[in-house]
Nanobody, 124 residues
Framework: QVSLVESGGGSVQAGGSLRLSCVVS???????MAWFRQAPGKEREVVTT???????FYAGSVKGRFTASQDKDKNMVFMNMNSLKPEDTGMYYC???????????????????WGQGTQVTVSS
């Protein structure tokens, strides 16, 4: 069983910054990691995907403001979020999958393992 635990969420004013962390249990080798978010009343959407430690995708709405990284030794992924906007408000989820396809999916159905989420609230 793989467990993922996110942390780092909180409430900030627009223009502020947060750093999200996700620690993955060491029960299985994970090839793909991703951050998703879900705003109130909206579907969950992909924010970034990380394949073998290399960030492969950023959603257009966060490109240039968010930076994802992975520490494979510590089995952790991070996401630095700068210049936060009210529309960044939502529950942020860490996701992982151990299958190997040479890339990572951007659809939530691709990922088998999920964390419980951490809330990010950005006020104007």
């Amino acid at each position: 069983q793989v467990s993922l635990v996110e942390s780092g969420g909180g409430s900030v004013q627009a223009g502020g910054s947060l750093r999200l962390s996700c620690v993955v249990s060491r029960d299985v080798n994970v090839n793909c990691m991703a951050w998703f978010r879900q705003a109130p009343g909206k579907e969950r959407e992909v924010v970034t995907t990380i394949y073998h430690g290399e960030t492969r995708f950023y959603a257009g709405s966060v490109k240039g403001r968010f930076t994802a990284s992975q520490d494979k030794d510590k089995n952790m992924v991070f996401m630095n979020m700068n210049s936060l906007k009210p529309e960044d408000t939502g529950m942020y989820y860490c996701a992982a999958d151990s299958r190997e396809f040479g890339t990572c999916g951007r659809n939530e159905n691709y990922y088998k393992f999920w964390g419980q989420g951490t809330q990010v609230t950005v006020s104007s």
